[in-house]
Every structure is written in C-alpha cells, then in structure tokens.
C-alpha cells in the first residue's frame, strides 16, 4: 500500500494529524526505567500503546538511535516493527548524498528498516534524491522550510534567477518531482506564513511534515489552517518532547497518552 493511503486511511480512523515523535533520550526517559536497550525499548512501547489510537503516524529521528551505537540499530529496529503494521513510520534522518551513495541510504531505510516514509535534504538536488522516489510506494519528504531559528540563513534567501527564495524553488521542486504520488514537504509550524504559501505551490495532493508545535512554540492553529488541505487532511503534525517526556514519574504512560490526546483535539479544533 502506498504511504498516502496508508497516511489517509489512518487520519480517518483515528479521526487524527497528530504524529508522535519517538525521540528516546536516555537522559530524559523516567528514572525508574533503565537507560539500557531494555528499559528504552520497555519505554517506545509503552508509548506506543498509550497513543496508537491516538495517532496518524509515528517519526523516529535517527540521531537518537544511531548515537547509542549497536545497541541503538537494534532499539530502532526493535520500535519500528512493534509500532501496528496499519500505522504508517516516518525514519528522519534527512539523508543529502551524491547518488550512488543515496542509493544505499535509501535502501537503509526502505529495505533495512522498513520504514514507511523518510526526509531528505535537497541541497544536492534530484541527483540525491531520485534513489529514494525510485520506492514508489513510500513518501520522500524534502526539507522545504525547516523550523530551526536559523533556518532563514539560506532558506530565505531570493535567487535571482526566479527572483523567489530558495524554500519557494524548493517547493516547485517537490511539485515537479512528484510524478507517481510519493513526495512530501518538510515545513515548520514556527513560519506559518511560509507554510501558507508552501501549501498553495505543492496543492491538495502533497502531504506535508510540520514540526515545531509544543517545545519549539510553533502556531498550532495557523499550522493546522496553512497546512492542511481543502479536506482538511494532508498535513502531518509533529509532536514528540511534550508528548513523550510529559512526565518524569511512574505516571509517564498516563501523562502522554493525557498531552497526546489534548493535541489531537486542539488539532481537530482547527482543521477545515
């Protein structure tokens, strides 16, 4: 099944935008768990169980895994395949390679780690990214116009040529390289005005990643109005420390599944 059915099919059955962001930090998780691969493992699930109702999809950034080492590789692995087969994973590992070594990125995620969709970073242009389209039913998100402080250092800048900044050739880009269905956009909450405009060039089809809701202090409403599309769907909103390390307590479970929930429904709030 294709990424954007799979994507679609979970936003109505749970009725849900919210994408939970399992970014284990083995110096944040409870102190009652252990920092080990067990009690990390013991703390992916327990979120997992807690919001997989919740939920249109989950992202696991890789840097959180890869750091720990051996021990890391196989806690990703461990995550991906408890997470339900219904709802769809994102793997962040924003990927920006010459082509032959793309390749093997791609296959990393894709084949490795079975993972349902990825980001990448366009910088490199289609060369680094065609080995990712080439799985066609998994979704390539390119970075577009990302939610760090920084991001305008080079994102905003206008290219004479076209006389636009460099995220709105970006999201042309995406448009135009989204021939069979399987491009996304990565663009934060924290520039909604940029993610209005995103949305308009990419239209209805294109699913987009937003982060920087909760922690980062991104616009929730206009994230979920700029966002969206004309159904009200399409946009995926990323949540992971305010959600996950709700608590630091016995109650962590509890506490999650409480902030995941109220997020949801601030999100429906909003939607179309």
Known sequence: MRFIDKLDRMIERNDSLLCVGLDTDRSKIPKHLSEKKEGLLDFNRTIIDETSDLVCCYKLNMAFYESIGVDGIKLLMETINYIPKDIP?????????????????????FK???????????????????????????CTFVLCRTSNPSANDFQDLIVSRDNLPIYQIVA??????????NCGAVVGA??????????????????????????????????????????????????SRSII????????????RRSAEKLKNDINLFRQ
Do not use: C, H
Not at 89 to 109: C, H, P, Q, V
Not at 127 to 133: A, K, M, N, R
Not at 224 to 235: E, P, Q
Not at 245 to 256: I, L, N, T, V, W
């Open 89 to 109: 994973t994102i793997l962040d590992g924003k990927r920006g390679d010459i082509g032959n070594t793309a390749k093997y990125y791609a296959s990393e995620i």
């Open 112 to 138: 490795l780690y079975r993972a349902d969709a990825t980001t990448v970073n366009p910088y490199m242009g289609i060369d680094s990214i065609g080995p990712f389209l080439k799985y066609k039913d998994r």
């Open 172 to 181: 042309r880009k995406i448009k135009e390289w989204n021939k069979i269905g």
């Open 190 to 239: 924290t520039y909604p005005e940029e993610l209005k405009i995103v949305r308009s060039i990419l239209g209805d089809e294109i699913p987009i990643l937003i982060p920087g809701v909760g922690k980062q202090g991104g616009d929730l409403e206009r994230a979920v109005r700029y966002g969206t599309n004309s159904n009200g769907k399409n946009a995926i909103i990323n949540s």
């Open 245 to 256: 390390y709700a608590s630091s307590g016995k109650d962590f479970a509890r506490e999650a």
